[in-house]
């Protein structure tokens, strides 16, 4: 089946350190992968995506590259804000029909003054 | 002009009870989401609507039962609560398929069963 591995938080960086959060996947065929930001209290929205293999996707800063040979999807920014402090999940999508989402396990990011 | 809500927002209630959650979506989006996150912020999906019509169902307990009206309502009504029911549950809507599908999150409902 299809699965979305990404590190196991919290991940705690200073301001205007640089962010890595790793995100491997499992799928067949082409799924389309994304990134979304949960922050304190409220639902999660889309940060960036990524539909085929060397797409990137980017977005306030934020950044990731579909990697086909490595299944991966890292997130990097270069200076993170404390603004940036939310939960990050990686997701996929399968290509083809009526597909679920399948969700990692978020990763915290805390960033501190 | 809320694109995804619910209501209500928190909710509290003692085992065995019966309770809904709301949703509606003013996307013209044809197919909605229910999920449960857990304490430690695992997202898991629990049924999908498109056009009124179920197309996902995940292991999820008969007590759980989703109901779309029309398209831009899916409400999620629950019987004989239990303590491990106690989760935030996100509502959520995507376009047609066919373009990019993104999902649009509600700002979830925080249910605590005492």
């Known amino acids: 089946g299809n699965s979305v591995t990404q590190m196991e938080g919290p991940v705690t960086l200073s301001e205007e350190a640089f962010l890595t959060i790793n995100c491997t996947y499992t799928a067949t065929g082409y799924p389309s992968l994304f990134w979304y930001v949960q922050y304190p209290g409220e639902g999660l929205q889309l940060l960036l995506k990524a539909t085929k293999a060397d797409d990137k996707g980017s977005n306030k800063g934020f950044e990731a590259t579909y990697r086909k040979e490595t299944t991966s999807f890292h997130l990097e920014k270069g200076s993170v804000q404390v603004s940036d402090s939310a939960v990050y999940f990686c997701?996929?999508?399968?290509?083809?029909?009526?597909?679920?989402?399948?969700f990692g396990i978020g990763t915290k990011l805390q960033v501190i003054p | 002009d809320t694109a995804v809500s619910q209501t209500p927002k928190y909710l509290v209630t003692q085992m065995g009870n019966d309770k809904s959650i709301k949703c509606e979506q003013n996307l013209g989006h044809d197919t909605m989401y229910w999920y449960k996150q857990d304490s430690k912020k695992f997202l898991k999906i629990m049924f999908s609507y498109n056009n009124k019509e179920l197309i996902i169902n995940e292991t999820v307990p008969n007590r759980f039962s989703p109901k779309s009206p029309d398209k831009a309502h899916l409400n999620l009504h629950i019987n004989s609560l239990e303590l491990g029911d106690s989760a935030v549950y996100f509502c959520?809507?995507?376009?047609?398929?066919?373009?990019?599908?993104?999902?649009?999150f509600g700002p979830g409902t925080r249910l605590t069963v005492l």
């Open positions: 997701a996929l999508l399968p290509s083809g029909g009526y597909q679920k989402v399948t």
């Open positions: 959520a809507s995507s376009p047609p398929r066919g373009g990019f599908i993104e999902q649009f």
